[in-house]
């Protein structure tokens, strides 16, 4: 069983940053993509941002591209997305989760281990 948590959330302002981290239990975890995803208040859950299980490919969705950056040292055995140039809109609950294969995907069907998200606050 895989267990997901992330952490270092918060309230930052306009133009701020933060890193959000993300730890991952499991014997083969370190063989798994990653993935980032965000729900605001009354939306649904969206892709933020995705890396394949040895950090050589990343994808970013169009909101975020230029500002977050993804990476993992595995030898840690964690996960990061670092946000520069926040804006209100990055306001959401942030969600890292799992997938049992090398290659990265920016559909969250197909993410098994999800954590249970961390708030990000970003005011104007």
């Known amino acids: 069983q895989v267990q997901v948590v992330e952490s270092g959330g918060g309230l930052v302002q306009a133009g701020g940053s933060l890193r959000l981290s993300c730890t991952a239990s499991?014997?083969?975890?370190?063989?798994?993509?990653m993935g980032w995803f965000r729900q605001a208040p009354g939306k649904e859950r969206e892709f933020v941002a995705a890396i394949s299980w040895n950090g050589g490919s990343t994808y970013y969705a169009d909101s975020v591209k230029g500002r977050f950056t993804i990476s993992r040292d595995n030898a840690k055995n964690t996960r990061y997305l670092q946000m520069n140039s926040l804006k209100p809109e990055d306001t959401a609950v942030y969600y890292c989760?799992?997938?049992?294969?090398?290659?990265?995907?920016?559909?969250?069907?197909?993410?098994?281990?999800w954590g249970q998200g961390t708030q990000v606050t970003v005011s104007s």
């Open positions: 499991g014997r083969t975890v370190s063989s798994y993509a």
């Open positions: 989760a799992a997938r049992p294969y090398g290659s990265l995907s920016f559909s969250p069907l197909s993410y098994d281990y």
